[in-house]
């Protein structure tokens, strides 16, 4: 009797240190997840706690071309001439004219913020001189033609243009039928005179020459 009363006690107090040992259950709170600007394509990684990880990557093109890597190979000591600051939308299927843009409507020239020029050094566009400096570019889309603005508005979200603050507008030359850019790009390429900032997405082909003396 007694053997019995000792394992029901030991039982007893075996079922009461795990009861103490017991965590009690903890309610967690759920933040709201960060929501991507108007405008802005939907992140391909909305779990990321700091900031969504956006489907436009932001990219960025010197002239001299790869600018950064000839200064720290020390191949340069000058500086830079200028750069373009953009985000990258990419087709993911869609037709560019119909779908992405449309002809004679402004466009922001990227997605996100609004894409930047900046100018280091003086530079001529359309014979008229451009002062180092800030810039932002946005385009208009035509069938045979692009109309390129330079604009005074800075720091500001690409969807809505400011005319108002056109420092210059130039009227270029589009092609089609070019080998297909998935990814929204612009890089400068050298030019005789200057500089070409080429442009390309989907098929079309826009090139901005730069003067540069």
């Known amino acids: 009797m007694n053997c019995i009363k000792g394992r029901w006690y ?54 001299p071309v790869h600018y950064p890597l000839q200064k720290m190979s020390g191949s340069t000591t000058e500086k830079p001439v200028m750069r373009v600051i953009y985000s990258r939308p990419h087709l993911q299927g869609r037709s560019l004219f119909g779908s992405v843009l ?58 809505r243009q400011d005319s108002t603050q056109d420092l210059l507008r130039v009227e270029v030359p589009s092609t089609s039928n070019n080998p297909m850019v998935e990814y929204f790009t612009m890089v400068f390429r050298q030019a005789d005179t200057g500089a070409n900032l080429v442009i390309a997405w989907g098929e079309t082909l826009v090139t901005l020459p730069f003067v540069i003396k």
Not at 27 to 34: L, R, V
Not at 119 to 141: A, D, H, M, Q
Request: glycine share 4%; with cysteine; net charge negative.
């Open 10 to 63: 030991l039982l007893a107090g075996f079922a009461l240190l795990v009861a103490c040992n017991q965590k009690p259950e903890t309610k967690t709170t759920q933040t709201a997840p960060n929501v991507a600007p108007p405008g802005a394509l939907q992140p391909i990684n909305a779990t990321n706690p700091y900031e969504p990880v956006d489907v436009s990557p932001l990219d960025m093109s010197y002239y």
């Open 102 to 159: 449309k002809y004679d409507q402004p466009w922001r020239m990227g997605a996100n913020e609004a894409t930047e020029l900046d100018v280091f050094r003086p530079v001529y566009l359309n014979n008229k001189k451009i002062e180092p400096g800030r810039y932002t570019l946005y385009s208009i889309p035509h069938e045979k033609s692009w109309t390129i603005a330079l604009n005074n508005n800075l720091d500001t979200w690409g969807l």
